[in-house]
C-alpha cells in the first residue's frame, strides 16, 4: 500500500520493520495511483453543479439562438443521368478521353455542371431573379416609369456576380449513392421560391443539355461535310495512282506471280541444299582416294572387282612361297605362279587407279553441278526480291486507296446519322420527382440544435470542471496529503455538523452553562459532547495511530501545529486530549499559542494566569494548572500575550518544564501558532517527542505544507504524521474510502481492526504501559 511506500521512505519518523505499520496500512488503506476513469468521475460528481449549470446555460444559448433564426425552406427535385455515348455521333475515335468515361466520371461531371457559374446565370435569367425582391433583396431595384433603375452604385457584373454565389450558396447538388439519381436542393426563406428555382434549375439544365448535343451534332454535321470533299478527291487520286502502277510494271494477279515465285525459289533452294550434301560427300570420298595406301584402298571404296584381285593376289602369293621353299626359284611351276602374280599386281594397280578417277569425275560433277544452282537460285532470288519490292508499292497504293474509299464511306453515312439526329430532342437526363413547395421549414431544427446545445453544455462543464480541479491546490484526500508531505496520514477528521440527537444531554447543558459567559459554542469539544458520534470514532482512530506510532513507547508529548490559521489544530488538541483523558491517562493540555490562544475559551476557563506568566517568572505550574469537565484532563491555558513569544518558548525554562511535564502526566498536548506564520512551532517541534501536522481539507494548499514539512524538517523534527481535518465524507473523493455517515465508517473500522485483540480502551492503555516499561511491541494485527 501506498501508505506504507510513505511510512517505509520515512525512517526518521517510523521504522520500517514496526508492526504498527501495518496496522496503519489496514486501517486506512489508502494507495497513491495514476488517475484513472474513476477517479475523474470523481471529480465530475464534485463539480456536478458546475456541469449542469453549463448544460443549462449553453442549451438557453441555443434556444434563443434558433428561436431567432430566419425559417428555411427546402425545396428538391430528383432527376437520373443515363448512360449515354461519349459523342452524338458515335465515333470511336472523336474524343478518346470521354469514350473510356465510365458513368460514374459522367455523373460527377453533370454535378458540377449543375454548380456553374454559367448555369447559375441561365437560371438567374430564366425567372428574373434580378429583379425578384426576396431574391436580389427590396433595396437593390426600383421600378421607375416601367423601367427598372438600379439603385446601388456597384456595376451591374458585380451584381450579378453576388447574385451567382448567393444562388451557388444555397444550392446543394448531390449523387444518390450506388445510383445514377442527383437530388437537387435549394433553400430560401420563401418556400415557393425555392421550389420554382429548384425547377428552374433542373429544366434549364435539361434544355442545356439538349442544346449542347444538338449543337454537338450539326458541328460534326458541318465538319463531315467538307471532309468529306477532301476525302473524295483523296480516293480519286490514290485510285488513279494504283492503276498507273499497274499499267507501269505490268502487274495482273500480282498475288498468283508472287506465289509461282516463291514456289520455285523454295525448290531451288531444297536442290541446292541436296547438290551441296552430295558435293561433300564425293569431295570428302575423293580426298581419301587420294591420301589413301592402294592396298587398303579397296576395303575404302568397296570395289567387287578389287576385292576378287585381291583375293587372286593372296592365293596366288601363298603358292609362290610354297613353291619357292619347296622346289626353288627354277622350278617351272614356280615361275608360272610367279608370271601370274605379276598379272594380277598389275592388274590391281590400274583397277585402282581407275576407282580413283571415276571419283575425281564424280565429284567434279558435283561441284559443277552446285554451281549451277547456285547461280539459278541467285538469279530466282533477284526475280523474287523485285517482285516484292513492286507488290510492296502496290500493295501500299491499294491500302490507301481502299483506306479512303472506306473513309468516304463512313463519313458518308455518319452525315446522313448526323442529318437525322440534328432533327431529334434527345436528352439523357430525366425528371423522377419535380419540386413541391415545402410546408415546413428544415432550418432551424430545434430538437437537432437542442441536442448540440445539450453536447456542447456537457462537454463544456466537463471541461470547466476538470480545469478547476486541476487548478484546485488545496489538499483534499489523504492520497493527496501523503504523496505531497510524505508523511503518513494518521487520522481523518469529518467536518463537524449540528448535535445529534443522540448526544449527551447533560453534558451538552453543562457545556453550554459554562461556555454562556463566552458567547462560545461548545463543538470544539465534539468527542466530550458526543462520544459516539462520527467525528469523536475519528478522534479516537487517530488516538490509537498515535499510540502505535512508535516503537518503543507513545510520545509522551506531541506538539500540534498547522501550516496556516483556520486549519483546525485546536480544536484537534482539545479532542485528542479529550480522548486519551477518557481511556485513563493523566493528560495535560498546554496552549502554546502564545499569540492567539483560545483554549480557555473552548473550556470556559479563566485565562488571568498562564504559560506566559510561568515562562516569565510570574506564577508557578500549580498556579495556573486547570482541570476541566472532563476527568484526567487538565489544562495550562497561554496566559496574558508576552511581548516576545518566540524568545520564551524557545528558553531552557520552557524545555525543562517539557521534561517535568511528561514525568508527572501520562501525555502533554501542546497547541502552538501555525509553523508559516511564526517560528513558534518551528522552535517548539524540538522539544516535544513527535509533531502532529494539521491540514485542513480543502482548504491548506499544497504549497503551504511543502513548505511546513521542509521547516520542520530544517530542525530535523519529529514528525509524527499529518493528520487531514473537516472532511466533507459526502463528497465523490472519498466514495471509496468511507461509507455513508449513517454506517459511522471510523467506529467498524476501528473495532473490525482492533476489537479482536483488544476489548476496549483500557486494554490499549494497558498493552501502551507494558510496552512503555519492556519496550517491546504488541502484535495487534
Not at 515465285?261 to 547438290?275: I, P, S, V
Not at 462520527?534 to 501550516?563: F, G, M
Not at 486494554?763 to 519492556?774: P, T
Request: proline fraction near 4%; aromatic fraction near 6%.
Amino acid at each position: 500500500m501506498e501508505q506504507g511506500r510513505l511510512l517505509e521512505g520515512s525512517s526518521e519518523f517510523l521504522d520500517r520493520d514496526s508492526p504498527r505499520l501495518a496496522n496503519l496500512q489496514e486501517l486506512y488503506g489508502f494507495s497513491t495511483r495514476e488517475q484513472t476513469l474513476t477517479d475523474y468521475w470523481r471529480v465530475l460528481q464534485k463539480r456536478k453543479w458546475t456541469v449542469m449549470a453549463s448544460v443549462v446555460i449553453v442549451i438557453i444559448i441555443a434556444t434563443l439562438v434558433t428561436l431567432r433564426m430566419t425559417p428555411i425552406y427546402d425545396a428538391g427535385t430528383t432527376i437520373t443521368i443515363s448512360p449515354q455515348t461519349p459523342n452524338p455521333l458515335n465515333f470511336k475515335d472523336t474524343n478518346a478521353s470521354q469514350a473510356t468515361e465510365d458513368q460514374q466520371q459522367i455523373i460527377n461531371t453533370q454535378v458540377k455542371i449543375l454548380q456553374s457559374d454559367t448555369m447559375a446565370e441561365f437560371v438567374i435569367h430564366r425567372l428574373s431573379l434580378d429583379t425578384h425582391p426576396d431574391f436580389a433583396g427590396k433595396a437593390k431595384v426600383q421600378t421607375s416609369g416601367g423601367i427598372i433603375v438600379s439603385e446601388s452604385s456597384i456595376e451591374e457584373s458585380v451584381r450579378l456576380e453576388q447574385l451567382i454565389r448567393k444562388l451557388q450558396g444555397n444550392l446543394k447538388v448531390q449523387q444518390v449513392p450506388d445510383t445514377s439519381l442527383v437530388e437537387i436542393t435549394y433553400s430560401d426563406p420563401n418556400p415557393t421560391l425555392a421550389a420554382e428555382i429548384a425547377n428552374a434549375v433542373t429544366a434549364t439544365f435539361i434544355e442545356q443539355n439538349v442544346k449542347s448535343r444538338y449543337n454537338s451534332t450539326m458541328q460534326a454535321a458541318d465538319w463531315l461535310t467538307k471532309q468529306l470533299a477532301d476525302l473524295q478527291v483523296k480516293m480519286e487520286s490514290s485510285q488513279a495512282k494504283l492503276v498507273q502502277y499497274q499499267k507501269e510494271h505490268g502487274i495482273v494477279g500480282a498475288d498468283d506471280k508472287q506465289n509461282l515465285t516463291t514456289e520455285k525459289l523454295d525448290e531451288l533452294n531444297q536442290e541446292l541444299t541436296r547438290a551441296q550434301a552430295d558435293r561433300i560427300q564425293k569431295e570428302s570420298l575423293y580426298q581419301i582416294a587420294t591420301t589413301t595406301n592402294p592396298e587398303s584402298l579397296s576395303a575404302i571404296l568397296q570395289d567387287p572387282i578389287l576385292g576378287a584381285l585381291r583375293q587372286r593376289q593372296t592365293e596366288l602369293q601363298g603358292q609362290y612361297a610354297l613353291l619357292s621353299t619347296e622346289f626353288g626359284p627354277g622350278y617351272p611351276k614356280f615361275l608360272e605362279i610367279k608370271n601370274q602374280l605379276d598379272q594380277i599386281d598389275r592388274s590391281y594397280r590400274e583397277q585402282v587407279q581407275n576407282s580413283v578417277n571415276r571419283i575425281k569425275n564424280d565429284y567434279q560433277a558435283a561441284v559443277n553441278q552446285e554451281q549451277m544452282l547456285q547461280e539459278a537460285l541467285a538469279e530466282q532470288t533477284g526475280i523474287a526480291d523485285q517482285l516484292n519490292e513492286n507488290a510492296i508499292e502496290f500493295k501500299v497504293l491499294r491500302q490507301e486507296a481502299d483506306s479512303n474509299r472506306q473513309l468516304y464511306d463512313g463519313l458518308l453515312q455518319q452525315l446522313k446519322e448526323a442529318s437525322l439526329a440534328a432533327g431529334l430532342d434527345s436528352s439523357n437526363v430525366r425528371v423522377v420527382d419535380r419540386a413541391r413547395v415545402p410546408q415546413y421549414p428544415s432550418r432551424p431544427n430545434i430538437l437537432r440544435n437542442l441536442e448540440f446545445g445539450f453536447l456542447i453544455g456537457l462537454a463544456a462543464g466537463v471541461a470547466i470542471a476538470l480545469g478547476l480541479d486541476a487548478l484546485d491546490n488545496t489538499v483534499r484526500t489523504p492520497n493527496q496529503a501523503e504523496s505531497i508531505s510524505a508523511l503518513p496520514t494518521l487520522g481523518v477528521i469529518p467536518m463537524q455538523s449540528s448535535f445529534n440527537e443522540g448526544g449527551t444531554n447533560i453534558a451538552r447543558t453543562h457545556l453550554l452553562k459554562k461556555a454562556s459567559r463566552s458567547n462560545m459554542t461548545p463543538r470544539p469539544l465534539i468527542s466530550y459532547l458526543e462520544p459516539q458520534s462520527e467525528i469523536a470514532e475519528a478522534y479516537r482512530a487517530l488516538r490509537t495511530s498515535i499510540l502505535l506510532s512508535s516503537v518503543s513507547h507513545p510520545p509522551r508529548s506531541i506538539l500540534v501545529t498547522s501550516s496556516v490559521p483556520q486549519d483546525g489544530k485546536t480544536m484537534t488538541c482539545l479532542n485528542i486530549a479529550i480522548v486519551l483523558a477518557q481511556q485513563g491517562k493523566r493528560v495535560l493540555l498546554v496552549d502554546a499559542d502564545l499569540r492567539r490562544p483560545c483554549i480557555h475559551t473552548a473550556f470556559g476557563l479563566a485565562d488571568q494566569k498562564g504559560l506566559s506568566n510561568i515562562l516569565t517568572g510570574g506564577a508557578t505550574v500549580s498556579d495556573v494548572v486547570q482541570a476541566t469537565v472532563q476527568p484526567n484532563l487538565f489544562v495550562i491555558t497561554a496566559g496574558p500575550v508576552p511581548p516576545h513569544p518566540s524568545e520564551l518558548l524557545s528558553s531552557s525554562l520552557m524545555q525543562n518544564l517539557l521534561k517535568q511535564w511528561c514525568e508527572e502526566f501520562d501525555h502533554v498536548i501542546v497547541d502552538s501558532s501555525p509553523v508559516i506564520s511564526v517560528t513558534d512551532s518551528v522552535l517548539l517541534s524540538v522539544q516535544t517527542d513527535s509533531v502532529l501536522l494539521i491540514i485542513r481539507s480543502g482548504q491548506t494548499t499544497a504549497a503551504h505544507v511543502r513548505r511546513t514539512c521542509n521547516l520542520l524538517q530544517s530542525v530535523k523534527a519529529s514528525v509524527l504524521g499529518v493528520v487531514l481535518n473537516a472532511v466533507d465524507l459526502a463528497s465523490p473523493d472519498y466514495n471509496h474510502y468511507y461509507y455513508d455517515s449513517t454506517n459511522h465508517y471510523y467506529a467498524k473500522k476501528e473495532k473490525k481492526h482492533y476489537k479482536t485483540a483488544l476489548n476496549d480502551d483500557e486494554d490499549l492503555g494497558e498493552i501502551s504501559n507494558q510496552r512503555g516499561q519492556d519496550g517491546t511491541t504488541a502484535n495487534l494485527s
